[in-house]
């Protein structure tokens, strides 16, 4: 078989997804695997850092040989390893760190420490079903919506400025705690998602923050406050709010799922309203979107009629790859590579928190 070099074996390791993918030299997704450790930390009601660094020491063998034998690769094919730096929990890591160091010292390979925010800043250019990435346009916006992360993000040749970013909660961050006060299992975004679907928001019309000094940064908490004030009425009122598990739609309180509605609204309508003032501000041609918060079915369409409207060119990630993956890092990594970047396996570290 005839590979357009280089092969780039990505390792994501930064939260509790342990990731490995190798992609070709075109972008193309060869393979990319990804091993929840959900069950371990359910019973928590959220991830635990130190079962999170286990549970990537104990996923890696199987995760990185399933990679490789999808792709029909040896790890001896590798010509480039991508791992994410950071920013995430510090254990999980350096377990994956240490994991790409010591692979690429042995190999002699290039090496790529990959800030996760540009994993996902790129993805919306992986290709969906195994063909090769496009190329990313010269100069776009990205807007990177994330448990950890609400920004928007300029991009030009290569050079990247953020534009804003939030100034307390990440919006992924805020529907995991409306749903974690619900009684919800974690992951709580995606059930907070279905569960808006079945409710009527206009009986809760929540505010879209703004700061007042005029920024486009972003700021959730408020919105998550005047959601828990408003569970708590309902609370009060006689209304159930501990769903538990499985939360079908048709068990849950029709108040419950029109606040959850209401919410999702003001939630999704505060990134079109800075979309809205970024375009008074300058032209916006292209936007990227990205990040597990990407995945969110309202969000989709509003982005997607948004952009029609504004004769804006959108690529919206697509859903393989909105959460965290390692397909996304080597991506990012290719794309370093073909600026000539590379890092030093012996120097990387990692950080819980790196600025972009
Ligand atoms: O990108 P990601 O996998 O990890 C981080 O880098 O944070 O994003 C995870 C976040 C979590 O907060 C999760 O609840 C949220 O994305 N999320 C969603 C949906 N799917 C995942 N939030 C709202 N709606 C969804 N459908
Ligand atoms: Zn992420």
Redesign the pocket.
């Not at 990435?133 to 807007?143: K, N, S, V, W």
């Not at 993956?325 to 396996?345: F, K, Q, T, Y």
């Given at each position: 078989m005839s590979l357009l070099r280089p092969i780039a074996l990505g390792i994501e390791t930064?939260?509790d997804?342990t990731a490995c993918a190798v992609l070709d030299g075109d972008g193309c997704v060869l393979s990319s695997v990804v091993s929840s450790q959900l069950e371990a930390h359910r019973p928590f009601g959220g991830v635990v850092p130190e079962i999170a660094s286990r549970e990537h020491l104990r996923n890696w063998p199987a995760v990185s040989e399933t990679a490789l034998e999808q792709a029909g690769l040896e790890l001896g094919d590798v010509d480039l390893v991508a791992v994410t730096k950071g920013p995430?929990l510090i254990g999980s890591l350096l377990v994956g760190l240490s994991l790409g160091k010591a692979i690429a010292y042995a190999l002699g390979s290039r090496f790529h420490a990959v800030h996760?925010l540009e994993g996902?800043l790129y993805s919306p250019f992986l290709g969906s079903s195994g063909e090769k990435a496009e190329r990313p346009p010269e100069a776009f916006i990205g807007l990177v919506?994330?448990?950890?992360?609400t920004s928007l993000i300029q991009v030009d040749g290569g050079e990247t400025k953020t534009l804003a970013e939030t100034r307390d909660d990440?919006?992924?961050?805020v529907?995991?705690k409306v749903?974690k006060r619900l009684g919800l299992p974690y992951?709580?975004?995606?059930l907070?998602?279905?569960l808006a679907d079945s409710g009527n928001g206009g009986d809760f019309r929540l505010s879209i923050a703004r700061c007042s000094d005029g920024s486009l940064d972003f700021s959730y908490s408020g919105l998550k406050s005047q959601t828990l004030v408003e569970i708590q009425k309902l609370e009060s009122a006689g209304v159930n709010t501990h769903l538990g598990e499985p939360a079908a739609a048709a068990d849950v309180p029709s108040p419950i799922l029109d606040l959850l509605a209401g919410f999702?609204t003001a939630a999704v309508g505060q990134l079109v309203d800075r979309l809205d003032r970024l375009r008074k501000q300058r032209p916006v041609r292209y936007l990227a979107v990205s990040?597990?918060?990407a995945?969110?079915?309202l969000?989709r369409p509003r982005l997607e009629t948004w952009a029609r409207e504004n004769e804006v060119d959108l690529r919206l990630v697509s859903l393989r790859y909105?959460?965290?993956n390692a397909a996304m890092i080597a991506h990012a990594a290719l794309l370093r590579d073909r600026r000539g970047l590379v890092d030093d396996p012996l120097a990387a570290d990692a950080a819980s928190r790196i600025p972009f």
């Amino acid at each position: 078989m005839s590979l357009l070099r280089p092969i780039a074996l990505g390792i994501e390791t930064s939260c509790d997804d342990t990731a490995c993918a190798v992609l070709d030299g075109d972008g193309c997704v060869l393979s990319s695997v990804v091993s929840s450790q959900l069950e371990a930390h359910r019973p928590f009601g959220g991830v635990v850092p130190e079962i999170a660094s286990r549970e990537h020491l104990r996923n890696w063998p199987a995760v990185s040989e399933t990679a490789l034998e999808q792709a029909g690769l040896e790890l001896g094919d590798v010509d480039l390893v991508a791992v994410t730096k950071g920013p995430g929990l510090i254990g999980s890591l350096l377990v994956g760190l240490s994991l790409g160091k010591a692979i690429a010292y042995a190999l002699g390979s290039r090496f790529h420490a990959v800030h996760h925010l540009e994993g996902h800043l790129y993805s919306p250019f992986l290709g969906s079903s195994g063909e090769k990435a496009e190329r990313p346009p010269e100069a776009f916006i990205g807007l990177v919506v994330s448990g950890g992360h609400t920004s928007l993000i300029q991009v030009d040749g290569g050079e990247t400025k953020t534009l804003a970013e939030t100034r307390d909660d990440a919006m992924g961050e805020v529907f995991d705690k409306v749903g974690k006060r619900l009684g919800l299992p974690y992951p709580q975004g995606p059930l907070v998602d279905e569960l808006a679907d079945s409710g009527n928001g206009g009986d809760f019309r929540l505010s879209i923050a703004r700061c007042s000094d005029g920024s486009l940064d972003f700021s959730y908490s408020g919105l998550k406050s005047q959601t828990l004030v408003e569970i708590q009425k309902l609370e009060s009122a006689g209304v159930n709010t501990h769903l538990g598990e499985p939360a079908a739609a048709a068990d849950v309180p029709s108040p419950i799922l029109d606040l959850l509605a209401g919410f999702r609204t003001a939630a999704v309508g505060q990134l079109v309203d800075r979309l809205d003032r970024l375009r008074k501000q300058r032209p916006v041609r292209y936007l990227a979107v990205s990040g597990g918060v990407a995945a969110n079915r309202l969000l989709r369409p509003r982005l997607e009629t948004w952009a029609r409207e504004n004769e804006v060119d959108l690529r919206l990630v697509s859903l393989r790859y909105s959460g965290d993956n390692a397909a996304m890092i080597a991506h990012a990594a290719l794309l370093r590579d073909r600026r000539g970047l590379v890092d030093d396996p012996l120097a990387a570290d990692a950080a819980s928190r790196i600025p972009f």
